[in-house]
């Protein structure tokens, strides 16, 4: 099925506009003009900028204060995408030369955060040097520390002098009991502690650091590694509590724990969720209680210590050494905002169009009570721009009548190796097929005939839009198109056939 125009928010009053303007493409209901600035360019807390704007990690940290049972610090090595790895470790001074390097290379670049390999706050002196360097030299640049807190509370007045208005707390448990089974030790004033008495010193710690972090006015974001038949139950409870201490975004990540990788997790057989399972724990920590609901992150990419660039598209091993410290490079601060308004124009363009379509985004309580979920073959800037073969990853958008949200990015390995055409692999094809079964279309440039006949084979209709790269629709119209007619086919072939509790077609829940 090729894509037909105009599109319409199906169900969506014509001109009806969008409700909640002031928050079109932002994580978060009523956020005030500072907070909006502050969050508009940053890919991580603000799903909508993850298309648009990069962001580099400084591996600038490298010891630790804590053993988590999911954790072993590589270095040197380049096929591992996870957190904790890195090629090289760096000092702040050869950090600030990849800031230069990168900063020249890619406009978009928006935020430079330090997340390791270590604790950024285990290594406080060599973390702070390095924020110094650029905000010294790059104050247009955003920046970012993400850690796991036992240090925070004596950090967060150097954080707040610095400008470092986004920081992540990883917090896995509320209940100590909870975190024994996650932990193995925490090193504090010179001891090593195991146990509960461990885990209520650092629960007391990321809660003293978040409490202080929100009070000096610093975006607070939450990382919680989902661990089945540990704590991925308890999660919810995370939110709950940090929703009430003011944290602004929860990001609840999947386990990564592959033998090969030598963690204590990998090596014990602990398994990782399904994405299903991670889906499901997303829409139950999205909690309620009190104002607004929590704001779930589901678009993290489980970053390298040393990533640069788009989320999703690392481009760490095009910035080597070599370069970055012998090649000079100009700080062109004109260029970067040059490229910052031209994507701000793009946004405004989407956001009016879906405006005038009376589109909604995010925003849980708008949710339409029947939505399926569409995967786009996506590699940034709003548009549905990948063909089907050559996609690295697939958005997975909740969709309905008039309303989308991205709930999750699917990695998949390319099946298509061909440069010209189509060279596929029909195991790889068999495998992405799978993954995408309980999504009821998928949209992309182009799909080839062999794919296009898997996926219509199980009832997932094929949308392709061509290689137009300024269409006016982003990906949001136009995976709202895609719903609608899923919808509209599914309950055509439940008025034909079967009672509504029969109904499943293509994953219409
Ligand atoms: Fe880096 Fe983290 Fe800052 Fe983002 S990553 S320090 S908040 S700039 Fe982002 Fe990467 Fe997920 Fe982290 S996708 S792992 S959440
Ligand atoms: Fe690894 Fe981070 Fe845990 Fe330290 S806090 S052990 S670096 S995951």
């Given at each position: 099925m090729t894509r037909s125009l105009p599109l319409l928010a199906l169900n969506a009053p014509a001109g009806a506009g969008c409700p909640r303007k002031d928050t079109c493409g932002l994580p978060s209901d009523g956020l005030d003009e500072a907070t909006r600035a502050k969050v508009a360019a940053h890919p991580c807390y603000n799903q909508d900028a993850h298309q648009y704007y990069a962001r580099m990690h400084l591996a600038v940290a490298p010891s630790c204060n804590v053993q988590c049972n999911y954790c072993n610090r590589k270095f040197d090595c380049v096929n591992e995408s996870r957190p904790g790895v890195t090629s090289r470790v760096l000092s702040p001074e050869e950090a600030l030369a990849k800031v230069a390097y990168v900063a020249a290379k890619v406009p978009q670049l928006s935020v430079v955060g330090i997340a390791g390999p270590g604790d950024p706050l285990a290594n406080a002196n060599r973390t702070f040097k390095t924020f110094e360097l650029i905000k010294r030299d790059y104050p247009d640049l955003r920046l970012c520390l993400s850690t796991n807190g036992l240090r925070l509370p004596e950090n967060v007045a150097r954080i707040v002098e610095l400008g470092i208005d986004h920081v992540t707390i990883t917090m896995n448990y509320v209940d100590p009991e909870v975190g024994v089974g996650i932990y193995a030790w925490v090193a504090y004033a010179g001891e090593q502690l195991t146990g509960v008495v461990a885990m209520q010193l650092l629960l007391a710690q990321q809660l003293a650091g978040l409490r202080a972090l929100v009070a000096a006015g610093v975006l607070v974001k939450i990382n919680s590694v989902m661990i089945p038949g540990i704590n991925d139950a308890h999660l919810p409870e995370v939110a709950r509590l940090v929703k009430a201490e003011g944290a602004f975004v929860h990001n609840v990540l999947p386990l990564i724990s592959e033998p090969e990788h030598g963690t204590y997790f990998g090596l014990t057989g602990q398994r990782g969720p399904t994405t299903q399972e991670l889906k499901a724990l997303h829409d139950a920590c999205e909690v309620t209680d009190g104002p607004g609901a929590m704001q779930i992150m589901r678009h993290c990419r489980q970053c390298r210590a040393d990533a640069v660039g788009m989320l999703g598209a690392d481009e760490g091993e095009s910035f080597s050494p070599e370069l970055y410290l012998n090649e000079e490079v100009a700080n062109e601060p004109g260029?970067?905002?040059?490229?910052?308004?031209?994507?701000?124009?793009?946004?405004?363009?989407?956001?009016?169009?879906?405006?005038?379509?009376?589109?909604?985004?995010?925003?849980?309580?708008?949710?339409?009570?029947?939505?399926?979920?569409?995967?786009?073959?996506?590699?940034?800037?709003?548009?549905?721009?990948?063909?089907?073969?050559?996609?690295?990853?697939?958005?997975?958008?909740?969709?309905?009548?008039?309303?989308?949200?991205?709930?999750?990015?699917?990695?998949?390995?390319?099946?298509?190796?061909?440069?010209?055409?189509?060279?596929?692999?029909?195991?790889?094809?068999?495998k992405l097929v799978s993954m995408l079964s309980d999504c009821a279309a998928v949209i992309a440039a182009d799909i080839g005939p062999r794919p296009r006949e898997a996926l219509e084979k199980v009832g997932i209709r094929c949308i392709t839009v061509g290689d137009d790269a300024d269409g006016p629709d982003s990906v949001v119209e136009i995976a709202v198109e895609a719903a609608g007619a899923a919808l509209v086919a599914a309950e055509a072939a439940h008025t034909a056939l079967v009672p509504a509790e029969l109904v499943s077609v293509g994953g219409v829940r």
């Open positions: 260029r970067r905002q040059a490229a910052r308004t031209e994507i701000e124009q793009r946004r405004a363009e989407t956001a009016a169009l879906r405006d005038e379509r009376g589109i909604v985004t995010e925003g849980v309580a708008d949710k339409p009570p029947r939505v399926v979920l569409v995967a786009v073959a996506s590699s940034g800037g709003g548009r549905v721009n990948q063909h089907f073969g050559r996609a690295e990853e697939f958005w997975i958008y909740e969709a309905g009548p008039g309303w989308a949200r991205f709930v999750q990015a699917r990695n998949v390995r390319r099946f298509c190796s061909g440069l010209l055409g189509c060279d596929d692999d029909p195991s790889a094809l068999g």
